[in-house]
């Protein structure tokens, strides 16, 4: 269903009163899609940064055969922290908005890929979380190889997370 379907009146308008509560909640409903669709691109914002900066990181320092310094190691894990919390609120608000927009979660198999995706990318990030948690506690350089392979697991649920999307907006559009 999309967002104008949804927001229509279902049942014949009677009196003021029913033409009045109808604005009202259409007007809330439509604050809380506004409002959930700037916390899901600011946090989208946030995730892609901090999964862009520490790979980018990681790349210098080894080029340069420099270790990373301990600012630097914690710039990487606060940056690995903001990812998380920035993948937990595209979660919550990705879910309201799709529940919200489209009275559903079941919208095909693109949103199953985009979900599969997503699940993929929520799971590397809080298992970079703990990774990084426990080399930083041992004073020991996170190993590359992990780190190398996590992210390319990322850009393939990236990949399917923007393709599943692209999809189902689509399709659904029309």
């Known amino acids: ?20 509560v109808f ?18 691109y600011v946090a989208l914002f946030l995730a892609g940064g901090a999964g862009v900066a520490n790979p980018l990181l990681i790349k210098a320092h080894k080029s340069s055969g420099i270790p990373p310094s301990d600012e630097v190691q914690q710039t990487m894990l606060k940056l690995v922290k903001l ?5 937990i609120l595209i979660w919550i608000s990705g879910l309201w908005l799709a529940l919200e927009i489209y009275g559903t979660l079941n919208m095909g198999w693109a949103f199953t890929v985009k979900i599969i995706g997503a699940s993929i990318l929520l799971i590397s990030t809080v298992t970079v979380n703990l990774y990084l948690i426990n080399r ?13 392979n996590l992210t390319v697991l990322n850009r393939l649920a990236l990949l399917a997370v923007l393709t599943g999307i692209s999809i189902t907006t689509t399709r659904i559009g029309f």
């Open 1 to 20: 269903m999309r967002l104008s379907c949804c927001l229509q009146a279902e049942t014949y308008i009677t009196s003021r009163k029913d033409i009045k």
């Open 23 to 40: 604005c009202e909640n259409r007007t809330v409903k439509l604050n809380l899609i506004i409002t959930l669709k700037i916390i899901h």
């Open 83 to 87: 990812s998380l919390i920035a993948m």
């Open 136 to 148: 930083a506690k041992m004073k020991a350089p996170p190993k590359e190889k992990f780190l190398k």
